[in-house]
């Protein structure tokens, strides 16, 4: 059985997609013509890409159609019923980030908030008959959101592209839509809704549970799996290395409790550690200070570990024998 | 993408569609007409008259031109919409048939029967009527004996009103009440900007409309934004105008919150349960004498009927999440102890024709039973 990965076919999601498994060192490879919607990683045998929107990436990860794939979590949110019956959030990572906000007209100088927004609508029904109206593509969201703000007095019309501009375009009065930085809502005299930000969305590693899940697919993915985990670990850690003489084993050991790190590869007065990437330069202050004479600090590509986070992750909701 | 659903089991199905035959025929012998609305329906007037609430429950699809299309939910819409259609002033009605409602885990095709009066002015009489009906098709049905519970929601919103509430707080408490909510909470405007955060506007204190407005759209025009959307200045100021003479409570006093909770603890004995709310009306200064005959009227065409009355029990918190229902309401559940959802329901909606579009409020009533609550003895 073959592995499927689901990756997005366009757009900076497929290139920060690509980047992310590039870093990893697995080289995607799309079919011979550009239309050729299959393609496969380099080197590695046994797995299959499937290029798709990230909408239908969700679609074909809930039907186990795919086993992994790379979408947006607000897609996730919004399209599957039961998430955690059918799919495993395995890591976010860091790209496509976007939050699904309620924004309303600038004007609407009297509404801060979602219980000031119950009340308008509730005062926008009873003075008009007629409930407010709500353009979105996040159907579900949206409906979920406003039951839990007790907003009952409104309706949603389905906006396919463009959202924002349906209340200058007099089609809805308010939007819930994606936004990055807000400057597409705030030219269109549009605000955030204070307490009004559904999701802090980003591009996620989902796995789903409904797929063929056979030997062969299990250990392509624990392959691929690692090699993510590594080049992750890999870029969230700075390897110091220090000429340190002084540096005995109580030293060493103190020194990688002190800046979470791990010590390694050690002998005739060198010493290695693998700590965090943000504290790497207070570390090889810290070991200048402890009598060492030279620090370097370089970064990594790979690190490979026996515990592999991401495919744990899997396997601990998926084979609970494994 | 596909809504889970349980498995659609044809066990029974037969033995349901023949208790609904017994029921329905019980209904037609009394001279109301059988109705058949399509199955598949516009979206809209669902989602217009409940809210989205209903959209996770519905089952959609798209006609070919795009537009929103459903598996009837219930049969009082499709069958007001085809009774507007007919152009009659008075008409009944009686349907059988499914009814889908999607809910995880669950069956999503239903039985029902049951019937729909349009037009009669005797609204007392027509109530009992068709309480009446349901109650006497249901026992056809197999259904056993029934608790029966009822309520009136135009002496809920007459004392609502008479409180001073204005109506957008009325459909509030309304709505929290029938989701079960506890007072305080349905009460509670916490959340809300406080007025006195609008800073500059608090000027607005002593303004009329047209000040109040004359002030928003400058505010608006200094601080450069545009308005966008159907919410008008006018209808902002109108806000802040009224926030400023409540500060955006619901303006209830201590005495009007204590009638208030005296009127939702009234419950029991249709008899005794008029006689309390007669006492907190007069107690209260509540003007709610005509909602109070109308259902002291309707008990005595119950008891006319041959209805246990006495057995019936109404309570003042027994009302629908549903703007249309405009008067009596009632259910019926099964003694048996384990009988959690009722197997007739219904109510008076003399609001919803016009809702729907017609000229004006046009008097309706009527009853649904669930088939597939009835219990398995008595299909067999």
Redesign the interface.
């Given at each position: 059985m073959t592995l499927v990965i689901a990756v997005p076919s366009k757009g900076r999601l497929q290139e920060n997609t690509y980047e992310y498994f590039a870093r990893a060192g697995l080289e995607i490879v799309q079919g011979r013509g550009v239309r050729d919607y299959r393609g496969s990683v380099a080197g590695l045998e046994g797995v299959e890409v499937a290029f798709l929107s990230a909408s239908e990436i969700v679609g074909q990860l809930a039907a186990g159609a795919a086993h992994i794939g790379v979408t947006g979590e607000d897609l996730v949110r919004e399209h599957v019923a039961d998430v955690d019956a059918k799919l495993i959030m395995l890591t976010p990572l860091g790209f496509g980030r976007a939050n699904v906000v309620v924004a309303a007209p600038q004007s609407w100088i009297d509404v801060r908030n979602m219980a000031d927004l119950e009340d308008v609508c509730a005062h926008y029904r009873a003075r008009r008959g007629a409930r407010m109206r709500v353009a979105t593509k996040y159907v579900n969201l949206t409906r979920r959101f406003f039951d839990e703000h007790a907003v009952t007095d409104y309706r949603i019309v389905e906006s396919l592209g463009a959202t924002e501009g349906a209340p200058a375009a007099g089609s809805a009065e308010l939007i819930v839509d994606i936004t990055t930085t807000g400057a597409t809502l705030t030219a269109n005299a549009l605000k955030i809704i204070e307490d009004g930000v559904i999701l802090r969305s980003e591009a996620n590693l989902v796995a789903a549970k409904r797929a063929d899940w056979s030997d062969g697919a299990r250990d392509a993915a624990r392959a691929i799996l690692s090699r993510l985990a590594a080049s992750e670990k890999a870029r969230r850690s700075r390897e110091v290395r220090a000429i340190w003489p002084e540096g005995n084993a109580q030293a060493v050991a103190e020194t990688a409790t002190k800046f979470g790190a791990t010590a390694e590869f050690s002998g005739s007065g060198a010493q290695a550690f693998l700590c965090p990437r943000p504290l790497a330069a207070e570390l090889a202050n810290y070991l200048l200070a402890q009598g060492a004479r030279r620090v370097v600090v370089q970064s990594v590509e790979q690190v490979f570990e026996t515990d592999n986070p991401l495919y744990n992750a899997l396997a601990s909701k998926m084979f609970a024998t494994d | 993408?596909g809504?889970?659903m349980g498995p659609i089991t044809s066990i029974g199905r037969e033995a349901r569609r023949a208790a609904g035959e017994r029921a329905f025929g019980y209904f037609r012998d009394a001279g109301f007409v059988h109705v058949e609305p399509a199955i598949l329906q516009s979206t809209a007037p669902f989602?217009?008259m409940s809210?989205?609430?209903v959209?996770?429950r519905l089952f959609l699809t798209a006609g070919p031109e795009g537009e929103?299309l459903c598996l009837r939910p219930d049969f009082t819409i499709p069958v007001c919409l085809l009774h507007l259609q007919s152009g009659a002033r008075e008409a009944r009605y009686a349907y059988l048939g499914p009814v889908f409602r999607a809910r995880?885990g669950a069956e999503g095709e239903l039985m029902q029967t049951g019937l729909e009066s349009f037009g009669r002015r005797d609204i007392e009489a027509a109530d009992a009527e068709i309480l009446g009906l349901a109650l006497e098709a249901a026992d056809a049905a197999g259904a056993g004996p029934l608790k029966v519970r009822i309520g009136d929601a135009r002496v809920f919103d007459g004392v609502i009103s008479a409180l001073g509430l204005?109506?957008?707080w009325r459909?509030?408490v309304r709505?929290g009440v029938a989701r079960g909510l506890p007072l305080e909470k349905v009460l509670d405007?916490?959340?809300?900007?406080p007025f006195s955060?609008?800073g500059v506007?608090a000027a607005l204190e002593r303004a009329d409309h047209d000040g109040a407005k004359a002030l928003?759209q400058d505010?608006?025009s200094i601080a450069g934004?545009?308005?966008?959307?159907?919410?008008s200045?006018s209808?902002?100021a109108d806000?802040?105008l009224e926030?400023a003479a409540s500060r955006?409570d619901s303006g209830l006093g201590a005495e009007q919150m204590h009638a208030l909770e005296r009127f939702l603890s009234i419950s029991g004995h249709p008899d005794a349960a008029a006689r309390a709310l007669r006492a907190l009306a007069k107690e209260a200064g509540l003007a709610i004498d005509k909602a109070l005959c109308s259902f002291e009227e309707r008990t005595g065409f119950l008891a006319a009927r041959g209805l246990a009355v006495d057995e019936f029990s109404y309570g003042a918190g027994f009302v629908r999440d549903l703007d249309y229902y405009t008067g009596f309401v009632f259910e019926a559940v099964s003694t048996d102890p384990a009988a959690l959802k009722p197997i007739l329901g219904g109510g008076r909606y003399d609001g919803l024709a016009h809702k729907l579009g017609a000229a004006q409020e046009t008097p309706a009533v009527g009853a649904a039973i669930w088939l597939d609550r009835l219990k398995a003895e008595a299909l067999s």
């Open positions: - | 993408m809504r889970p989602l217009d809210g989205e609430d959209r996770g929103e995880a204005p109506e957008y459909r509030r709505r405007r916490g959340g809300l900007t955060k609008a506007l928003v505010l608006l934004i545009s308005t966008v959307g159907g919410r200045p209808e902002i806000r802040f926030q955006g």
